[in-house]
């Protein structure tokens, strides 16, 4: 046990393998406890691989490489020194007589040398023992590995180097016309999952518009005494949590998903929101929404939210939501259709307030007036139930008394 | 003047040269065993190992009854210690032992020649009137007490080993110079009995070997039991009850009615002819022996405390199986890097391989492991919990490069970290061998485990 081995540790049920994105560190560098020694990317989060102690590193995998969890990436040897253990660390004293014993060849391992080889692979058997008759010692069996990984590190780490940006190669100026840089393995990982919820589901967007006036009344008459209270602004994202809510209780078709030739009807309401981060878009998960308060919900958007864009979300941050909201209002747009966030259903595309003239009552009104857009999988939910559901979300925020009511 | 012949003629039947002897029968030969003294065994069985365990476990006794016995709840009025019974009980012991000795010779058909040996050529040695020849002779003829040349041993007042496990009264004043071994084993005999004993020793630390942290908290132990420990003190002399010792500038003086000298014992290998047969010495006196034990005589060979190397019965008996088996033309082993070696005080010192000071100061990259018996729940129920198990491991493979041990014990539970030294094995291999719960041996393994910093049961 005199190697400290860094492995990839589990980071939830549903994430079985990762990438390593960077390695932070250098092998033979000498690493101390707590040390950042590389990013790990999953599909769902970016995460830190902490040094557990201190000593020289030995890197087990390059960059890039897909590693599964608990596998073991990189060695600490807490000895500070990077080279194979050698005859000279053999007893220091002398046997003069050693001859050989009757028992030559056993195939009996210590104990160390099983687990060694249980968890590298190296095969003791194929080991020359320095031990009494021949055996092998943990001290042969580390030796061993150390060789076999010095010799699979080096050609990855030649591979790995073209991840440092290429300008151009084929620019004879060297001027830099286009840029190349190889996907990060989050950023492809979030590409192939767009393309399967595109490719698996039977994916249909169905529009309206609402009118923003009520809620923004209402933010304007409370919102002093909303801070006041809870130190914090009223947003639209809790008017918008609770009336998705509010559907899905109306229309419970839409909180569904297929798995393989079953339907999951979800009797809960935890609500993903997506959020843009300089990674990548992530969507963390506001638990429980039926039972929190508009400020609750608040909080807890702010709160995720900004973990999210610090990259210090973690794994059951991201898991287990039933739906989507998505706001690419804020960035402005008038009108998209957004991709599923599969397994869900649905995923509820919010849109930039434009006031646009409006006819109610039969005159024209300046009114503020949002678009928005329900992708579903029309596989599971029916073109009725996605448009009762819009309209359900439409009348909630166009009169949220209605989610008092729960009507 | 008669003469016969023999395969193999053994000098000496102590633990080295009766083992060798019946090792060689049990292959096969035909054997002498020569001895001076009509019981065998040796220095071990007849005045050392033995008979001083007789009493250290007497005397353990004795001390327990007199000082712990009440906080188990059993109450004894005012115990008293009959020396004669004691000292009857220890030879008892011993009889035993050199009987049974005696007995296996018979039965393996070992020839016993009671007698002086001497080299008559280097074939050939003769025992008062009679020359036995034979093809091979071992040279196992022990150890004596070194004397000190201006107090030498009187047998009444200035003692070696021989005599201080044979006192007829418990001495009012015990002076015991030299804190080694045999030292501090008698030293903690007659502290029990109720003697006040003071160790005058030269070195800055007693039990020499020992690495620092082991001899600190052996020495506040022995304090606590009453000893007196004075370190880096030469002796001068004893004259008129009173020995005189110097520490610097210091004078010191201690007044002693029994004075034991412990400083060492040297070879044993005055009128053995050893000149006739031509055989070498070195600069102590020691025989010089090269591979396979060989003397620089052909068909001479020698073991034990005759040679270099530390004088423990257990070696010797290690060198004589192996040159009985080298004889025979079989292949022969010892591995004279792995000899444990014990203090039988109460704790027990018990030590192998190499300490944490030594691999420190020879530059050996080291982790050490080490686990309280304070956290070991046999020990605390058993009252040993005072000591510790310090595994020394080398830093890069783990493998196992010496042990010390400070406890109750020490000595039965070394050997298993010797078995795995044996096999090249890691501290690891040791932290993952099963140990019966609840036993003392589990301090060992939790050692293992902690030069990797996994023990469990400590921090």
């Keep these: 046990m005199s190697l400290l081995e860094v492995k990839i540790p589990p980071m939830g049920e549903s994430i079985v393998s990762g990438v390593i994105a960077q390695w932070h560190v250098s092998d033979g560098d000498t690493v101390k406890n707590g040390q950042n020694l590389f990013e790990l990317e999953t599909d769902k989060i970016t995460s830190d691989g902490i040094a557990e102690g201190d000593g020289v590193i030995s890197l087990k995998a390059a960059e890039g490489a897909e590693v599964k969890i608990g596998e073991i990436v990189a060695t600490i040897d807490p000895a500070g020194s990077s080279a194979a ?35 590298t692979g190296v095969n003791p058997t194929d080991i020359k023992g320095s031990g009494k008759d021949g055996r092998v010692t943990k001290g042969d069996m580390l030796a061993a590995d150390a060789a076999r990984s010095n010799k699979t590190t080096e050609p990855a780490q030649v591979a790995a180097n073209p991840k440092s940006k290429i300008v151009n190669p084929k620019s004879a100026s060297g001027s830099a016309k286009q840029t190349r840089k190889r996907m990060s393995p989050l950023r492809a990982k979030i590409a192939s999952r767009l393309v399967e919820a595109q490719q698996e589901a039977a994916m249909l967007t169905t529009f309206n518009e609402v009118d923003l006036s009520a809620v923004m009344g209402l933010r304007k008459k409370y919102q002093e005494s909303f801070v006041k209270k809870n130190g914090f602004k009223l947003g639209f994202m809790s008017f918008f949590t609770k009336a998705v809510v509010n559907a899905l209780k109306e229309v419970p078709g839409v909180n569904a998903q297929i798995d393989g030739n079953e339907i999951v009807s979800n009797h809960y309401y935890d609500i993903g929101v997506a959020v843009s981060t300089p990674k990548g878009l992530m969507v963390p998960v506001i638990r429980d929404c039926e039972t929190k308060s508009m400020a609750g919900i608040e909080s807890d958007i702010a709160e995720v939210a900004g973990r999210a864009r610090d990259g210090k979300i973690t794994l059951a941050d991201l898991e287990g939501g039933v739906f989507t909201i998505t706001n690419g209002g804020i960035f402005g747009s008038m009108l998209s259709t957004p991709i599923l966030n599969a397994p869900q259903s649905a995923i509820l595309g919010l849109h930039a307030i434009n006031e646009r003239p409006m006819a109610v009552n039969g005159e024209v009104v300046i009114r503020p007036m949002m678009y928005l857009a329900l992708s579903y999988d029309h596989r599971l939910v029916d073109g009725r139930e996605a448009v009762t559901f819009l309209v359900k979300v439409k009348e909630a925020i166009e009169d949220p008394s209605r989610l008092l009511l729960e009507i | 003047m008669s003469q016969s012949s023999f395969d193999l003629i053994v000098i000496g039947a102590g633990p080295g040269g009766y083992v060798c002897a019946f090792r060689a029968a049990q292959l096969g030969l035909n054997v002498a065993l020569i001895e001076k003294h009509s019981a065998l ?23 327990f009854v007199r000082d712990h016995a009440s906080a188990h709840g059993i109450e004894v009025a005012s115990p008293k210690i009959d020396i004669a019974k004691l000292m009857a009980k220890k030879e008892a012991v011993v009889t035993k032992l050199t009987g049974g000795v005696a007995q296996l010779a018979k039965a393996r058909k070992v020839k016993v020649i009671t007698g002086e040996a001497k080299f008559t050529d280097a074939k050939t040695v003769k025992v008062g009137d009679e020359s036995h020849t034979a093809k091979h002779i071992v ?38 110079v030299g804190g080694g071994a045999i030292g501090l084993e008698l030293g903690s005999v007659w502290a029990r009995l109720g003697s006040e004993v003071t160790v005058v020793e030269f070195l800055p630390q007693i039990a020499g070997a020992s690495d620092k942290d082991i001899v600190r908290n052996f020495t506040r132990i022995l304090k606590g039991q009453g000893l007196t420990i004075e370190v880096g003190a030469k002796v001068t002399g004893y004259k008129d009850g009173v020995l005189t010792a110097e520490r610097g500038d210091e004078k010191l003086s201690f007044p002693a009615d029994k004075v034991l000298v412990s400083v060492g014992r040297r070879p044993f290998t005055d009128n053995l002819g050893l000149e006739t047969a031509g055989v070498e010495l070195d600069e102590k006196k020691r025989i010089k022996v090269g591979t396979k034990l060989k003397t620089n005589i052909d068909g001479i060979y020698a073991i034990g405390d005759v040679v270099a190397g530390p004088m423990l019965a257990h070696k010797a008996e290690e060198d004589g199986v192996a040159v009985a088996e080298w004889i025979a033309g079989k292949a022969g082993h010892i591995n004279w890097d792995l000899v444990p070696a014990i203090i039988y005080t109460n704790p027990e010192i018990a030590m192998v391989g190499i300490g944490e000071d030594v691999a420190k100061a020879a530059g050996i990259k080291v982790k050490v492991g080490k686990f309280n018996f304070a956290a070991n729940g046999r020990a605390i129920a058993a009252d040993t919990d005072d000591g510790f198990v310090k595994i020394i491991a080398d830093a890069e493979s783990d493998k196992i490069l010496g042990a010390q041990i400070l406890g109750h014990n020490a000595g039965e539970l ?30 060992v393994k939790e050692a293992g485990l902690a030069v990797s910093k996994c023990a469990i049961h400590a921090l």
Aim: glycine share 10%.
């Design chain 2, 139 to 176: 040279i196992a003829t022990g150890s004596a007490p070194v004397e000190l040349p201006f107090m030498p041993f009187d047998g009444e007042t200035v003692v070696s080993s021989d005599h201080a496990i044979g006192f007829d009264t418990v001495p009012e004043k015990l002076v015991v």
């Design chain 1, 85 to 119: 253990p050698t005859d000279k660390s053999e007893s220091p004293l002398k046997t003069e007589a050693a001859a050989p014993g009757p028992g030559s060849g056993s195939k009996a391992q210590s104990p160390a040398v099983r687990r060694i080889a249980a968890e």
């Design chain 2, 41 to 63: 065994g040796g220095t071990c069985l007849n005045v050392g190992c033995i008979p001083s365990k007789a009493l250290l476990h007497s005397s353990e006794h004795f001390a």
């Design chain 2, 414 to 443: 070394i050997s298993e970290v010797v078995t795995h030294m044996e096999y090249g094995g890691s501290a690891e291999d040791l932290g993952r061998t099963i140990h019966a719960h609840p036993t003392m041996s589990e301090a």
